[in-house]
């Protein structure tokens, strides 16, 4: 039988290398300074809980998730690639990517149609 963390910081500390780990980092960082709350979202949680490694990084913030990915791209001196419309943001560099996504809430007018996004909470993205 598989065991669980009881909380997944102890997943990323014995698992994920530390150059992931430092990334990682630098993302909260970013955010605590704009006093944004930031979330490791997506593929990596579940990785992180099947013991799989990962470099599928998707972070939540409570936010601003353009202006934290244009601030850690300009840090780790990679390209962004901004969507507007959604709110979200990819960062790349050396071969690595990071996607960011502004914690929202999506309204669709009809069924297949494009969302109308607003700012929200993790639990309204959720």
Known sequence: MMQYAEN????VKSQLPEEMQKI??????ISGEQ???LYLVGGMVRDLILGRSSFDLDLV?????VDIAR???DILQGN??????????TVKWEGKRIDFATARSEIYSRPGALPTVKSG????DL
């Open 35 to 37: 006093q944004y709350k």
């Open 24 to 29: 990682l980092s630098i993302a909260g960082g």
């Open 61 to 65: 913030v409570e936010g601003d998730a």
């Open 121 to 124: 909470n993790i639990g309204d």
């Open 80 to 89: 962004v690639s901004v969507h507007t419309r959604f709110r979200t943001a």
């Open 71 to 73: 601030r850690f791209a």
């Open 8 to 11: 997944i910081s102890e997943l």
